[in-house]
């Protein structure tokens, strides 16, 4: 048995695979960070930090005229979210039923994902977390209405290219920004979108609902943006009664900026 | 010709099969040069013979480390069973059994018989595109 402690869990083989099944299918839908930047791992439960190759040096070593330094690391963040689920309705599962009602895992998942991606996105302070959005000094770019989405998009991509950021670009849109590139088109009548994706940006527009003030222009190429993950997303066990079982939706990580002039934000003003 | 052990028409092999070929066929050559040296230097009356042929028996150890790496990187099958029992510890036949046990790197099943993790890992999408 290992920390997820799910052997002992009271849920049948098909129920588990049930639940499994539905959390990969929202979290692949949800996670945006893991569709942009690099991904480095999975390294298990054991791994504890990432290796900055920096040295904070001490004011003064142990005895005189002997220098020394403490090596700097990055120690992953553990998430954990819980859900509870109904014992019976999982039993269904293994009497045939083809439509158990997971709403909690759609939850979790949600939740667990949203948490990831505002740290990659904004970071998360108290987990030693700096977003990409938070580290770029790039000035926003500002669009105003959704015809200006190809010529913010445009500006922004300069700015990147000015500071040596090669593509291939990737627009990872929040929300309402998704919403306004999906449902608006050209003056000829092309889905705004598609044209975004195909002339202007040359890559693809991602769904990212953990951002909440725009889009980001990011570069893709690689070794800019790094997410290392030591146990990556499970499914664990909590405790159960008579009725309902809690279960718990967990990951290991931390995400380095490594070049942060290599995202934009666009707000949408 | 570049083999004759093709099990297969050439024509309906892809090209990543056809490799993959190459590089086993290669791989058995190594470990075959590093038996046949290993034979000769044990046998070999002169000492700097015998040094030159331990030499080339120790090359081929390279050579074919190289290829199993390559291997490993190209093949799901060569990473799966590498990742399991190279540089493992404690009898060789039961370290399958140690893995699931542990749930080591995360990946092996529990007890359970489900995955521990969900195996989400990296989502990038790859683009040509140098904008």
Not at chain 2, 82 to 90: A, E, F, I, K, W
Not at chain 2, 109 to 123: F, N
Request: net charge negative.
């Amino acid at each position: 048995m290992d920390l997820l402690k799910r052997s002992i869990a009271p849920i049948l083989p098909d129920a588990w695979k049930a639940i499994d099944a539905e959390a990969k299918r929202v979290l692949q839908l949800n996670l945006a960070g893991r569709k942009v930047v690099d991904f480095k791992g999975p390294f298990g439960w054991k791994f504890a930090a990432v290796n900055t190759g920096r040295l904070a040096m001490l004011p003064s070593g142990p005895i005189a005229d002997v220098a020394s330094g403490v090596r700097t690391v990055q120690p992953v963040v553990e998430m954990r979210t819980p859900f509870v689920l109904d014992i019976m309705e999982l039993d269904t599962v293994a009497r045939g039923a083809d439509d158990p009602k997971l709403d909690p895992v759609i939850r979790a998942a949600e939740r667990i994902a949203r948490a990831e991606d505002t740290a990659i996105f904004y970071g998360y302070e108290a987990g030693g977390i700096q977003g990409l959005v938070s580290a770029s000094p790039h000035a926003a770019v500002v669009v105003g209405a959704a015809a200006d989405w190809p010529r913010g998009i445009v500006r922004a991509k300069e700015a990147l290219r000015s500071a040596g950021v090669g593509g291939p670009y990737a627009l990872a849109c929040g929300r309402k920004a998704y919403d306004e590139l999906a449902s608006e088109s050209e003056d000829g009548g092309y889905p705004l979108r598609k044209h975004i994706e195909r002339n202007v940006l040359e890559g693809p527009i991602i769904w990212a609902p953990a951002v909440v003030d725009g889009a980001v222009l990011l570069s893709t190429r690689g070794g800019d943006f790094e997410l290392t993950v030591g146990q990556d997303l499970s499914i664990g066990y909590a405790f159960h009664d008579r009725t309902a079982v809690e279960l718990y939706l967990t990951e290991t990580f931390t995400f380095r900026v490594l070049e942060p002039t290599a995202a934009l934000l666009i707000k949408r003003s | 010709m570049g083999s004759e052990n093709l099990h297969e028409a050439a024509e309906a092999l892809s090209s990543e099969t056809k490799d993959t070929h190459r590089a086993i066929t290669s791989l058995v050559e190594e470990l075959e040069a590093i038996d046949w040296y290993n034979q000769r230097a044990e046998a070999c009356t002169d000492a700097d013979l015998r040094a030159i042929l331990v030499h080339n028996r120790d090359e081929e150890g390279e050579h074919a480390m190289m290829m199993l790496e390559w291997l490993r990187r190209k093949n799901p099958l060569f990473e799966a069973t590498v990742r399991t029992y190279l540089q493992s510890t404690g009898p060789i036949t039961e370290v399958e059994k140690q893995m699931k046990a542990e749930g080591e790197g995360g990946e092996a099943p529990d007890a359970s018989g489900s995955p521990p993790s969900l195996g989400i890992g990296s989502l990038k999408i790859e683009t040509s595109s140098k904008g």
